[in-house]
């Protein structure tokens, strides 16, 4: 027997129990921070199988870590597992038409439920392989909600709990079988506030300052900006208060949520600073006052080389799910409903990915069974995505796996994805995640030289030290996000 065989052997043993949790926690659907239902049964099933429970990490109630230790208990490996849904993205599972459970209702359009699942199940694999071969070391889950909203894992590894870890692994729910060598960018967001004088708009508008006046100025600038900055940053932006809806009152109170992106930590810090210099540019010129207040902010993610090439070569072993007949089936319906721009868009997309040529045979048969295994590369390219992985990638060396849970093409955070992510489709490339990274853990856990030259690239990286991106001052905004 292989060390995959033994290792699915394990996860076998528990797919029943996981997929149960992966459904169970795609109907709880619960927002960032909010995720109570979902940690609690976590942490009931962890508890029932072995583990120790530490709860309200870094003062969030719905993180927790649960933790799993043989003889000498080293080396120290984690699991990171996300169960955060998506705001107005309800969608009955495997029903290929727009229908949510509860309209308007939140959903898994990102497939946190899938995910925290497949980390639950590595979990359970890595420890039975332990016991049986009585192998030194501690697997911990680390339960971190609110990915999708301020993110929790830069607040956790800013309280330490990654500095002696030795490497992480975990994955997200995707359309491809891979290990990308792509990064996702730094991000940092803020609230801007101005605050100016209301008055009669008809009758005495000479005295009154308007904050929405400053507002608006402010995304001007900000337009301005544009032209000026480096082609992969970002800056987007969001009205949080208008200033009400009476056109004839000066508006004296305006809240605009901005989020500012580039590649690195530190190009996405002079970038926000040039936004902030706009906002008090905008309170200059409307005789209003401006502060703002950091909410939230993540560093960039970089696949750790050494550790991607272990991972890579387990999932080029265990292969793409088996997809049958009606995942097929499925999946060509979900894709028939995207608009011909989207369709155009998706067509593209796979002709960078495939031959052009073998592009309409793909979709014909639209989930990827093969795997793209990873390249390694001088300067990765930084995609516009951010994600709070990259706190703990920059804490300890870690890498992200992707499976096929989803047709080809398909788009993120979209009813779609909430489809696919309660589907028999979810649950295979789950449960092959599941597999993977089990492998890749009592791989790495048993190879010294390798835990090493993973911690030697990470120092090269960021001098080997987590310099959390957020001021000292920034606490998790539970229940104010
Ligand atoms: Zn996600």
Redesign the pocket.
């Known amino acids: 027997m292989t060390q995959l065989d033994e290792i699915r052997g394990y996860v076998a043993a528990n797919t029943a129990k996981t997929e149960e949790i992966a459904r169970k926690v795609w109907e709880y659907a619960e927002l960032p921070f909010e995720e109570t239902k979902s940690a609690e049964l976590f942490k009931k099933e962890l508890v029932a199988e072995g583990f120790e429970i530490e709860d309200n990490l870094a003062g969030i109630p719905t993180a927790f870590l649960a933790k799993w230790s043989n003889g000498s208990g080293k080396p120290v490996f984690g699991l990171l597992a ?1 169960y955060d849904a998506l705001w107005g993205l309800s969608q009955k599972a495997s029903v290929p038409h727009k229908d949510p459970v509860a309209e308007g209702a939140p959903g898994h359009g ?3 439920n899938l ?1 925290g699942a497949g980390c639950f199940s590595a979990a359970l694999a890595v420890r039975d392989y332990m016991k049986a071969h009585d192998m030194d070391g501690t697997v911990i889950f680390f339960g971190c909600p609110a ?2 909203g301020a993110g929790s894992k830069q607040f956790i590894a800013r309280e330490g709990y990654f500095d002696d870890v030795d490497f992480c692994y975990t994955w ?2 995707s359309t491809y079988n891979e290990v990308g060598n792509t990064g996702s960018v730094a991000i940092m967001g803020a609230n801007f506030i101005f605050d100016g004088i209301a008055s009669h708009a008809g009758g005495a508008p000479h005295l009154g300052r308007s904050a929405l006046d400053a507002a608006e100025l402010m995304n001007i600038g900000v337009q301005y900006l544009r032209e000026h900055m480096i082609d992969q940053a970002r800056v987007h932006y969001a009205y949080s208060n208008s200033g009400g809806t009476a056109p004839n009152v000066v508006q004296d109170h305006t809240v605009i949520k901005y989020e500012v992106r580039a590649p690195k930590v530190s190009q996405m810090k002079e970038l926000f600073e040039r936004v902030v210099h706009i906002a008090h540019g905008a309170a200059e010129m409307t005789e209003t006052k401006m502060r703002y207040e950091i909410t939230m902010a993540f560093s960039d993610y970089i696949a750790n080389a050494a550790l991607a090439e272990c991972i890579s070569d387990c999932l080029l072993e265990a292969g793409a799910p088996k997809w049958s007949e009606a995942d097929y089936e499925l999946a060509r319906e979900v894709l028939a409903t995207y608009n011909e721009t989207t369709q155009t868009a998706i067509r593209s997309t796979l002709a960078q990915k495939f031959d052009t040529a073998d592009v309409d045979a793909l979709l014909e048969k639209p989930l990827h069974g093969g795997v793209f295994p990873y390249e390694r590369v001088k300067n990765p390219i930084y995609m516009s995505g951010s ?1 709070d992985v990259g706190d703990v990638a920059c804490a300890t060396p870690t890498v992200m796996l992707n499976t096929a849970t989803q047709c080809l093409g398909n788009v ?2 979209s009813w779609q994805n909430t489809c696919f992510s309660g589907s028999e489709i979810g649950m295979k490339g789950m449960m092959l995640a599941a597999e993977v990274m089990a492998l890749a853990c009592v791989r790495t856990a048993a190879d010294p030289e390798l835990i090493a030259k993973a911690k030697a690239e990470l120092v090269a990286r960021n001098g080997g030290r987590y310099v959390c991106p957020l001021p000292d001052d920034v606490e998790p905004p539970v229940g104010r996000y």
Request: proline fraction near 8%; charged fraction near 25%; hydrophobic fraction near 10%.
């Open positions: 996300e990102c497939g946190h995910l990915e999708e997200h729910p994600t993120g955070h």
